[in-house]
Each structure stands twice: as structure tokens, then as C-alpha cells.
């Protein structure tokens, strides 16, 4: 199993952005894909989460209202809009797999993790 995170870069305040995960080796419909992001010298956070089977989602607090969480079953890929960055938003940003069909906003939940792209929101 293999998961491709991709779409980070710099961007300034007020900005949007696109990530792109990309998942190959796993019975796509069967999973659950969520975006997380570790900033320097924090915690890993939860970001958004989504069922591939019937496209219910969840958000953080801090992103609800801004990023969109959606996916393309035929190209296995999820995607998370990101509007109106902010600063804070700044971070390393990862897409996992879990190998159940339910949200979950714990990582320790998520078996597969891509390698990260790195979001930069600055002026």
C-alpha cells in the first residue's frame, strides 16, 4: 500500500491550496483517508476525515468552515481545499489509510501514511 500526498507550497494569508492524496495497493472503497499535520515543535493534529464508501466527512474545529475534504473514487485520490490560510495553518501536512470504513480523527488509527507536503502560509 502506498499513499502519495502532493499540492503543498508557499502561499500567503487569505490564500487557498489544494493537496492531493493518492492511494495504490488497497481496495480503495474499503478505507477511510485522513489528512493530518504537524507543525515544528508540535503535536501531530488531526485535520479532516473521510469515508470512501459514502463520502461522510469530519473536520477539526480549527479548519471547519475553510477546508473541504472530498475524494475521486475512480482515481483513488482525496483531496482537501484549503481557503482562507492562515498562518497557523503552517505545517507538514499527511494523508493515512485506516483499514476500517469509520472516521477517526486518532492517528494511531491509521496504518498507511503518505510522506508529507509542506504547506507554507506566509507574507
Known amino acids: 500500500v502506498q499513499l502519495q500526498a502532493s499540492g503543498g507550497g508557499l502561499v500567503q494569508p487569505g490564500g487557498s491550496l489544494r493537496l492531493s492524496c493518492t492511494a495504490s495497493g488497497l481496495a480503495f472503497n474499503s478505507y477511510a483517508i485522513g489528512w493530518f499535520r504537524q507543525a515544528p515543535g508540535k503535536e501531530r493534529e488531526g485535520v479532516s476525515y473521510i469515508k470512501i464508501s459514502d463520502n461522510t466527512s469530519a473536520y477539526a474545529n480549527s479548519v471547519k468552515g475553510r477546508f473541504t475534504i472530498s475524494r475521486d473514487n475512480a482515481r483513488n485520490t482525496v483531496f482537501l481545499q484549503m481557503n482562507s490560510l492562515k498562518p497557523e495553518d503552517t505545517a507538514v501536512y499527511y494523508c493515512?489509510?485506516?483499514?476500517?470504513?469509520?472516521?477517526?480523527?486518532?492517528?494511531?488509527?491509521?496504518?498507511?501514511w503518505g510522506q508529507g507536503t509542506q504547506v507554507t502560509v506566509s507574507s
Open positions: 493515512a489509510a485506516r483499514l476500517v470504513n469509520l472516521l477517526s480523527s486518532r492517528d494511531q488509527d491509521y496504518r498507511y
